[in-house]
């Protein structure tokens, strides 16, 4: 099957991303005048960005060219696979050691509702006090499932479902036909470009892939 879709034209910078301007405008804001916080929670649907916009703001607040095979600064975890204390409890460690060359040190949480309370307390403890060369940013599904003492210690972004407009736009970003006599490409979607890679196998010839 290849490298799936969604991977493969994720976007690379905050002007390819698309459905999120409230989002991109307040972030290119904030690295313009170099206000970047200490910690951001990014909540949202699948397959809206969540996780390009966090791997993209690492490499624009340290001023690197993104790359997709990360940078040693920019620290990518899978609280699903990283669920304990003891996990956190090495970040907590770790957070205390400089970056290598970047200006900033940059830890990128994702699904971290999966943690164990245990870890989300020392995470809490990590997020009281972080060195000013730390940034984390922790992604999750639904805001409700994370404690409000560590959304309150975060600025929080909160990520739109992707309309038909958007996606129509996505697609021709990357030349991409979406128009399929067979396929309701926008029902299968339903505002999320990770579910393109269902419709693959009906889509390829559409794509010329």
């Given at each position: 099957?290849?490298?799936?879709?969604?991977?493969?034209?994720?976007?690379?910078?905050?002007?390819?991303?698309?459905?999120?301007?409230?989002?991109?405008d307040?972030?290119?804001t904030?690295?313009?005048?170099d206000?970047?916080?200490?910690?951001?929670?990014?909540?949202?649907?699948?397959?809206?960005?969540?996780?390009?916009?966090?791997?993209?703001?690492?490499?624009?607040i340290?001023?690197?060219?993104?790359?997709?095979?990360?940078?040693?600064?920019i620290?990518?975890?899978?609280?699903?696979s990283?669920?304990?204390?003891?996990?956190?409890?090495?970040?907590?460690?770790?957070?205390?050691?400089?970056?290598?060359?970047?200006?900033?040190?940059?830890?990128?949480?994702?699904?971290?509702?999966?943690?164990?309370?245990?870890?989300?307390?020392?995470?809490?403890?990590?997020?009281?006090?972080?060195?000013?060369?730390?940034?984390?940013?922790?992604?999750?599904?639904?805001?409700?499932?994370?404690?409000?003492?560590?959304?309150?210690?975060?600025?929080?972004?909160?990520f739109?479902?992707?309309?038909?407009?958007?996606?129509?736009?996505?697609?021709?970003?990357?030349?991409?036909?979406?128009?399929?006599?067979?396929?309701?490409?926008?029902?299968?979607?339903?505002?999320?470009?990770?579910?393109?890679?269902?419709?693959?196998?009906?889509?390829?010839?559409?794509?010329?892939l």
């Amino acid at each position: 099957m290849g490298l799936a879709l969604y991977r493969k034209y994720r976007p690379r910078s905050l002007d390819e991303i698309v459905g999120q301007d409230h989002i991109t405008d307040l972030l290119k804001t904030a690295i313009k005048n170099d206000r970047i916080a200490h910690a951001y929670l990014l909540t949202g649907p699948r397959g809206v960005g969540k996780t390009s916009i966090a791997r993209i703001l690492a490499f624009s607040i340290n001023g690197l060219k993104y790359s997709d095979k990360g940078h040693i600064d920019i620290i990518e975890i899978d609280a699903a696979s990283n669920t304990g204390v003891d996990n956190i409890r090495d970040l907590k460690d770790k957070v205390l050691v400089a970056p290598t060359v970047a200006k900033k040190k940059v830890y990128i949480i994702d699904e971290v509702h999966m943690l164990s309370k245990s870890a989300f307390n020392a995470l809490l403890k990590t997020l009281e006090e972080p060195p000013e060369y730390v940034v984390i940013i922790l992604i999750v599904h639904n805001e409700r499932s994370i404690l409000s003492t560590v959304k309150s210690r975060c600025v929080n972004i909160k990520f739109n479902k992707l309309s038909d407009k958007d996606i129509k736009k996505y697609f021709l970003k990357n030349d991409l036909n979406f128009e399929d006599k067979n396929i309701n490409v926008f029902k299968v979607l339903d505002g999320s470009l990770n579910n393109i890679d269902f419709i693959r196998d009906d889509y390829d010839e559409l794509l010329n892939l």
